[in-house]
């Protein structure tokens, strides 16, 4: 493995997420949300976008697994579902990075059969070109090209992911 460079500094990430929050919050005003945060990368980004916001917000967390290494293997498995009831609540995804969209669609479409009020779709990073399914995004912190990632939740092979930023590997 390379060395790592820094693609987005804990700075410009920070004030990112902070942004994002607001965003939130304005949107679900007097509404109480659910996030739901994908396991295990999505963690650092959710903990650091609820603590920014200012009303009330569950916390709950899927498993899901679709890579081996550093490629998608397209088959999506649950390991780990959310554990409270989300019915008549509104949810948010919460996502390190949408590559091609699958684990997303798929998890979408698995959290509708639970009868919430709504889901959205919060993510750090956006790869839009390795997309391969349709799906829409409504709070995207970065888009970026395709390099593989890591920091601030995102790993390779369980390693950096406590890094204060998001780096590339060359």
Not at 86 to 111: M, N, P
Request: proline content about 2%; charged content about 30%.
């Amino acid at each position: 493995m390379g060395e790592i460079n820094v693609l987005i500094n804990k700075a410009k990430l920070e004030r990112r997420i902070e942004e994002m929050a607001k965003q939130i919050q304005k949107d679900y005003e007097g509404k109480e949300i659910v996030f739901i945060g994908i396991l295990k990368g999505s963690v650092i980004f959710m903990t650091q976008l609820a603590k920014n916001i200012k009303s009330s917000v569950a916390l709950d967390f899927m498993d899901v697994s679709s890579y081996e290494g550093t490629e998608s293997t397209g088959n999506i498995k649950i390991n780990k579902d959310i554990r409270d009831s989300i019915e008549g609540k509104d949810v948010i995804i919460v996502e390190d990075i949408i590559d091609t969209g699958r684990t997303l669609t798929y998890v979408r479409e698995h959290l509708k059969q639970k009868n919430p009020n709504s889901i959205k779709i919060a993510t750090m990073l956006s790869k839009p070109s390795r997309r391969v399914m349709e799906l829409e995004v409504d709070y995207i912190g970065f888009a970026i090209e395709d390099k593989f990632v890591v920091g601030y939740g995102l790993d390779y092979n369980e390693k950096h992911r406590n890094l204060p930023y998001i780096g590339y590997i060359e």
